[in-house]
């Protein structure tokens, strides 16, 4: 037996008992890099292998893309194995989330099937890349909502609004070259909306946001969206925030809900109970996010309770009116299957809120409420509201080298406590579709249906205003007991930094109640990353 052959025996030996001590999930990695397919040249034509050097053994590690990013509660966590069997494009950046990711990105383009582009990518160049040697990484994007009410609602007619958004991630060590701020990095997110709301305007829907860019932090000319700091540590498997932070960029999220315009950064069951805080509003808070496996995170938060948000410019930090504490809890499992590391998120989690709500049984004539409902609805005391969320995503097939590239199944239900909470219930089921028309890769397909049932307590209160001859509550035609809304929409990435988004909205029983007909909801999204 020669040396060489030696060599090759002891090298296949070392790596069979490197494999026999990894987890599965390395394993299935490890076994996707040696089974990837190579590029062949052309028929009948003998082309020289290249020179290739193997990579290190395979570990897991944690990867930072050019700043740290959120990414709504999820670490940059990827395997050697998984990045050399989907290698990083043109970007220079690790696949996951997308590269350069951030919650600007989320919040307008949503999950894309490839690394977003900047529109102005080559004029801005010298400067970003300046910035980012020195640890500041700028992102500016502008979005424009268009939807016109076209059958059913209230009245026909359609409405415009937009939103500029400015976000700057700075890492504090690259920037000071001081030692003790190595790891800390803060975030900062501006915004200026305008508009109108076809929601209210035309459909007449006061529960469900039918467009995502109006509602709060509109009309003002710099609203602020968060501002804190983050600390990576223990190799990042401890990760601290604390600031002026929305409770949804770290709980009940995911960017594959903004490539949607009605549950952009959650569902609204989670996001439209007060002390939620969501974008564009924060509160004071922080949050723990613990990697105990390398598959699996945990995050802990606690969030004040302050329904004034900071006011409507975002920038009154110290407003009175704290109510109390929301103390959220989330697991989530990311596991990835088969040879082409189709990645699922499965999370699960629950919140505490210490405010003390009144019942929605509302007022009522005198000696109109029966003592069954009394007894029944209020059956337990009002005060703090408990909130239950299961949500997952599963890729079905993979069309690219991001955690977003390919077919993804996804869906969810919340619930909050009935007798306190608008939403008692809301149940969603969706898929993400990129690249079905031939050379098209960039673009996606969406279709989601959500289910909502509001508080059955809320529903007998307007129920008895309505027998009584009163008006069953503001703005409202009448009881309010379920809503169905079916959004389907066609992405189209029309040139670098632009995405076309044309939507089509059907709203059964609009603000839950059967008192206004079924919508027709026309228009489109434009989005650009400058």
Not at 96 to 120: C, K, V, Y
Not at 193 to 204: E, F, L, P, Q
Request: glycine fraction near 12%.
């Amino acid at each position: 037996m020669s040396m060489s052959d030696i060599c090759r025996l002891s090298g296949t030996i070392s790596a069979i008992v490197l494999i026999a001590n990894m987890p599965i999930a390395e394993r299935s990695f490890a076994h996707a890099r040696k089974t990837a397919p190579r590029p062949a040249g052309h028929a009948g034509q003998a082309t020289a292998a290249p020179v290739r050097q193997d990579p290190p053994p395979l570990r897991p590690t944690t990867g930072q893309t050019v700043y740290s990013p959120a990414s709504h509660g999820l670490t940059a966590l990827y395997y050697d194995a998984f990045l050399h069997h989907f290698p990083a494009g043109d970007s220079g950046l690790p696949g996951d989330w997308g590269g350069d990711r951030s919650a600007i990105i989320e919040q307008e383009f949503g999950a894309t099937p490839a690394p977003p582009r900047h529109l102005l990518r080559d004029q801005a160049a010298p400067v970003r890349m300046f910035l980012l040697r020195h640890g500041v990484n700028v992102q500016l994007s502008y979005k424009t909502e268009t939807l016109w009410n076209v059958a059913g609602g209230i009245e026909r007619g359609g409405d415009y609004a937009h939103e500029v958004a400015l976000q700057v991630d700075t890492d504090l060590g690259r920037l000071t070259h001081m030692a003790p701020l190595s790891g800390w990095t803060t975030h900062l997110a501006i915004i200026q909306r305008a508009g109108r709301s076809v929601t209210h305007d035309r459909v007449g829907e006061r529960a469900v946001n039918l467009a995502e860019a109006y509602g709060t932090g509109g009309n003002v000319l710099a609203h602020m969206v968060y501002f804190y700091a983050e600390k990576q540590v223990l190799d990042n498997r401890l990760n601290i925030a604390m600031g002026r932070m929305p409770v949804t960029l770290s709980f009940a999220s995911s960017p594959i809900y903004c490539t949607f315009m009605t549950i952009c950064a959650s569902p609204m069951a989670f996001k439209g109970t007060p002390g939620n805080s969501v974008w564009p509003n924060s509160t004071w808070g922080g949050r723990i996010r613990l990697r105990p496996a390398l598959d699996n995170f945990l995050v802990l938060g606690a969030y004040q309770v302050n329904p004034n948000y900071g006011g409507i410019s975002g920038w009154s930090w110290f407003n009175r009116g704290s109510t109390g504490a929301f103390l959220p809890i989330e697991d989530t499992w990311r596991p990835y299957f088969g040879r082409h590391g189709l990645v699922g998120h499965y999370k699960v989690g629950y919140a505490y809120n210490s405010s003390d709500y009144p019942d929605l049984l509302g007022p009522a004539p005198r000696g109109t409420l029966p003592p069954s409902d009394r007894q029944g609805i209020r059956g337990s005391r009002p005060g703090h509201r408990h909130t239950v969320w299961y949500m997952a995503d599963q890729m079905l097939w993979r069309t690219g080298r991001t955690e977003t590239s390919g077919g993804i199944l996804f869906g969810g239900f919340v619930y909050n406590s009935a007798s306190i909470s608008v939403f008692h219930e809301q149940e969603f089921i969706g898929l993400m579709m990129p690249g079905l028309v031939p050379a098209r890769a960039g673009d996606r397909v969406g279709l989601l249906l959500s289910h909502y049932t509001f508080s059955p307590a809320l529903r007998r209160g307007e129920e008895l205003r309505e027998d009584a001859g009163m008006r069953p509550g503001a703005n409202l035609k009448g009881p309010q007991s379920d809503e169905n809304v079916l959004e389907v929409y066609y992405g189209a990435a029309i040139m670098r930094g632009i995405l076309f988004q044309p939507e089509y909205e059907y709203v059964v029983h609009p603000g839950g109640t059967t008192h206004i007909r079924n919508a027709h909801v026309i228009g489109f999204k434009l989005t650009a990353l400058l």
